[in-house]
């Protein structure tokens, strides 16, 4: 495994934790704030632990068995999800609930570097591969939300009532 994918994943992985700790209990306590669909979505600890994890198990599928193009068109969709993040933070700021996700535009200029080194061979071109790639992301993520509301029940989820949901529940309100 090269390199650079060793360093997405990594960089994956600390968003995601970053988004467990961080936003998840921001949707909890802002979520009336935000408008259209996004107000009226919630998530809790187990449901987000549930997408993350099932998101990490298909990229290292990629980067373990795709073509150098689709591990590079992957890197590309989780760069622009970054950069949602990060138009996200800009918007929350402005209204005065500010999102602290910093794991966004930190990982904007390695993931921009990532890119540029990896290589991107493949039977496909890149701008192919990557359109496929992030229309299958937000697919992806659309059904994962739908799946883990609807299918899984709360009760069926253990971390819901554990001890850390517990401690994010008495977090302070974010400053």
């Not at 632990?49 to 198990?57: D, K, N, R």
Request: aromatic content about 12%; proline content about 6%; some cysteine.
């Amino acid at each position: 495994m090269e390199w650079t994918v060793i360093a997405f994943l990594f960089l994956f992985i600390w968003h995601e934790i970053e988004e467990f700790f961080v936003l998840v209990p921001w949707l909890r306590r802002n979520s009336a704030q935000l408008p259209g669909i996004a107000g009226r979505r919630s998530m809790s600890l187990a449901q987000a632990v549930f997408i993350a994890s099932e998101e990490l198990i298909v990229l290292i599928v990629i980067c373990l068995w795709a073509e150098d193009v689709w591990v590079l068109a992957a890197m590309i969709a989780y760069t622009i999800h970054l950069v949602i993040h990060c138009a996200q933070m800009v918007y929350t700021y402005i209204k005065r609930f500010p999102l602290r996700l910093w794991s966004a535009p930190l990982q904007l200029p390695i993931m921009a570097w990532l890119i540029i080194a990896h290589p991107s061979q493949g039977a496909i071109s890149l701008p192919v591969a990557s359109t496929i790639t992030v229309a299958v992301m937000c697919m992806n993520l659309a059904f994962m939300h739908w799946f883990t509301n609807k299918v899984l029940s709360r009760s069926f989820l253990p971390m819901q009532s554990g001890i850390i949901a517990t401690n994010l529940r008495n977090q302070p309100p974010e400053t």
